[in-house]
């Protein structure tokens, strides 16, 4: 079962969204909110798995509601401006739906949710998974890619890339598309081995070629650094290892 809340202002929205909920087997809503502030206890307590989100609502937009979270769940954003589109997968949602919402289009949405909780499970259950293995001889992880569980060597990833609500592994030998987001991927990979230079890009930094302005290059790619980002991402990859006359 996954544990979801519904946030969002509009009476008929919240009732449509919970008559939906409640016809998915695998959800199990514990709470309905008409503003984010009242649902912050319950999402503080750590239960939430899953966010049904209104983005336009007064005093605060669920966007800049859903950044100022600690430890967010997961979020499929509801709206009823497509505009908003983009900016909501900047946030890695799983899913954006445009009001009105049909159960058809909700329940692909739901169905989003369950593989993305699905996939988490079965790498946490795997032999190499880092949660699971000490550090030290952590080596490996397992994704679903490609409808099977492929394995993944720290040492072969080049970079990973963000993209809406899947990400990309760039390994030397390939790359791989699964269904995950980008921060569940930032907290599995070593911080002394991986940098984020970007809120769509976490590098590899042994695998470095050169830096250039605000351009990382590894092999054929180039990768950008964000300028907030750039004094911590040089001091991390210079430290120590920046031979000067």
Known sequence: MINCIIIDDEPLARAGLKEYVADIDFFNLL????????ATEILGAGEVQLLFLDI??????????YKTLKNPPAVIFTTDYPQYALEGFEVNALDYLVKPISFDRFLKAALKAKEFYEVR???RSLPGNPETMPAATAEYFFIKADNSLVKIFYADIL???????????HTTGKKYISY???????EYLPSDGFIKVHKSYIIAAAKVDSIEANDIHIGQHRIPISRSLKDEVLEKLL???FLKR
Do not use: C, H, R, W
């Open 31 to 38: 709470g309905v909110f008409d503003n984010p502030l009242a």
């Open 56 to 65: 336009q609502m007064p005093k605060i937009t669920g966007i800049d509601f």
């Open 121 to 123: 499970y079965e790498s």
């Open 159 to 169: 970079f990973v890339e963000a993209l809406q609500n899947y990400v990309t592994i």
């Open 180 to 186: 995950l987001t980008f921060k569940s991927v930032e």
């Open 239 to 241: 430290s120590g290892k």
